[in-house]
């Protein structure tokens, strides 16, 4: 089984931010995550998508409704995708 790295932290229902758990860290602290620009507001153009993902830590973005609540993640390999098939149908 394979266990990720990276652990999604939530503060009130809402995404906070990243947190290594390859760190020496014995608790989720404020000064122990990662809160780079990971989030991604659904309905928002592709391309804050892709500066999510490549912002994130573990190269994944959370997708958040309007209330910044996480609907699900994305991983950058599948933002690329994407972002390919969008230039072959403008093609």
């Not at 939530?10 to 906070?16: I, L, S, V, Y």
């Not at 014995?26 to 490549?54: C, E, M, Y």
């Not at 830590?57 to 994407?82: F, K, S, Y």
């Amino acid at each position: 089984m394979t266990i990720d790295r990276w652990l999604l932290v939530t503060q009130n229902g809402k995404a906070f931010g990243w947190f290594d758990t390859h760190q020496p860290a014995t608790a989720i602290t404020h000064d122990n995550i990662n809160l780079g620009a990971t989030f991604h507001q659904q309905g928002s153009p592709l391309r804050h998508l892709l500066d999510a993902v490549l912002s994130s830590p573990n190269h994944r973005a959370v997708i958040v409704d309007e209330r910044q609540i996480p609907q699900g993640t994305i991983h950058l390999d599948q933002v690329l995708d994407m972002c390919k098939s969008t230039r072959q149908e403008g093609a």
